[in-house]
């Protein structure tokens, strides 16, 4: 977000980092885009090929979604969205 035109910490940090992930998927997300990264996990649903995480079916993606409040829409957030977000 820092480079999308949000440098003030308390616009991101107290929202974007509350998500639990593991190191290694933090470090591969790191700078991509939601599009991006839910877009690497739908090709590995359809796929089956685990690419990132181990999520392989859609409902457990809507599921693990759903346990860290993050909205089914996370997949069409953009930097100039995310205040709404």
């Known amino acids: 977000l820092q480079k999308n035109g949000f440098p003030d910490r308390g616009d991101y940090n107290q929202v974007a980092n509350y998500a639990l ?46 346990e860290n409040a993050v909205p089914s829409s996370i997949g069409s957030v953009t930097a100039e969205s995310y205040p709404e977000f």
């Open 21 to 66: 992930t593991e190191t290694s998927i933090n470090i591969s997300i790191g700078d991509k885009a939601p599009a991006d990264y839910i877009g690497l996990v739908q090709s590995q649903i359809a796929s089956g090929k685990l690419v990132l995480g181990e999520i392989v079916d859609a409902a457990d993606l809507e599921k693990n979604l759903a």
